[in-house]
């Protein structure tokens, strides 16, 4: 496919999405709204931080049935690196947050689920990270389901190997990320730019062509012409 027909069937789909977009805009709103809440998606957590900084510690456990009703607790564990023991740092309950530990002490806030006993979003946020917090977390959920006739309790634990620098550093992955990303882009403008070439010459060429079968048309009328007055001028001698 050529850049001219690629080029016209992007502005026709986006055409066709604007519209689209026009007369479902609210009714999509409602459906996204309704299924936001329901929606998990379970994402590994950062492991390194910057001290000095803040710090998210991701820990997410999905339901396997979102249909069951259910309730959670969590309680975070710290082992500082070096050490042996986990010691508590942070608990969720239905009674609200608590910190644990004084090496914590004012510097934990929730980012997990909210305004549910239903908890499976369980992530913190450290404040003012500093080098004494590297070492191993651990996030314990304490989940209960229940059913029409019994409950089943069920233990998530997730962990977390924080590591804690200076200056942030960029992983291999990013940078190779970016490095693909400006050479996928070079490549599609060299792509693009020899397809406009090649569009403008099969044009020039059909403007020549057009203006070679006009000159043809134009001198076959002329000749024609001009046999048909050499005739009529032997007619009348």
């Not at 329901?38 to 979102?66: H, N, P, Q, W």
């Not at 980012?111 to 404040?127: F, H, P, T």
């Not at 992955?173 to 792509?191: F, H, N, P, R, T």
Request: net charge negative.
């Amino acid at each position: 496919m050529s850049a001219c027909e690629l080029l016209a069937l992007f502005d026709l789909r986006c055409q066709r999405e604007r519209n689209v977009a026009s007369t479902s805009t609210g009714s999509l709103d409602s459906v996204m709204a309704g299924l936001g809440e329901a929606a998990c998606a379970e994402v590994d957590s950062d492991t390194e931080a910057v001290a000095g900084k803040g710090f998210k510690l991701g820990c997410i456990s999905c339901k396997r049935r979102s249909e069951v009703p259910g309730s959670a607790t969590v309680e975070w564990y710290f082992r500082p690196k070096g050490e042996s023991d986990f010691v508590p740092i942070y608990t969720y309950k239905e009674g609200g947050p608590n910190i644990e530990h004084d090496l914590f002490m004012d510097r934990i806030s929730w980012l997990g689920s909210k305004q549910s006993n239903d908890i499976q979003d369980a992530s913190i946020y450290l404040l003012n990270v500093t080098f004494n917090d590297s070492g191993t977390y651990r996030c314990f959920f304490n989940r209960i389901l229940s059913y029409e006739n019994y409950e089943y309790n069920i233990i998530v634990d997730k962990v977390v190997h924080l590591t804690v620098v200076a200056k942030a550093t960029r992983g291999t992955a990013s940078i190779v990320s970016e490095v693909m990303m400006y050479v996928s882009i070079i490549g599609l403008q060299v792509w693009l730019l020899i397809e406009m070439i090649y569009c403008y010459r099969k044009i020039a060429a059909a403007g020549e062509e057009a203006l070679r079968e006009a000159a043809n048309a134009e001198y076959l009328a002329i000749a024609s012409e001009s046999k048909d007055n050499c005739a009529g001028v032997q007619v009348g001698e």
